[in-house]
């Protein structure tokens, strides 16, 4: 499963329709480095397992990666700034 947005010459763009996030959207980014993100999505996922599954299916894929970064960069973790 692909991920759900992608970063285009400068946007965040939907992968699907290719509708980039307005400039005066706010967006909320969490990087993989970060030791409290995965908990943060593990959260977000729980409160949304009413929702369909493709979006669930999505959010598997992104704590799989979290996950798996996480035990291969040990070294890049780190609390925010």
């Known amino acids: ?3 759900k ?3 285009k010459d400068g946007a965040v ?3 699907t ?3 980039a996030i307005p400039d005066d959207e706010p967006v909320f980014l969490l ?3 970060d030791s409290y993100a995965l ?3 593990v959260a977000y996922a729980r409160d949304c397992r009413n929702l369909n599954h ?3 299916a999505g959010l598997e894929v992104v704590m799989e990666d979290f ?4 035990k291969e960069h040990t070294d890049k973790m780190k609390r925010p700034d």
């Not at 996950?67 to 996480?70: G, T």
């Open 67 to 70: 996950r798996n970064f996480e």
């Open 17 to 19: 329709t290719g509708v």
């Open 1 to 3: 499963m692909e991920r």
């Open 54 to 56: 493709v979006f669930l």
């Open 13 to 15: 763009v939907n992968r």
């Open 5 to 7: 947005y992608l970063f």
């Open 39 to 41: 908990r943060t999505i």
């Open 31 to 33: 990087r993989a480095k």
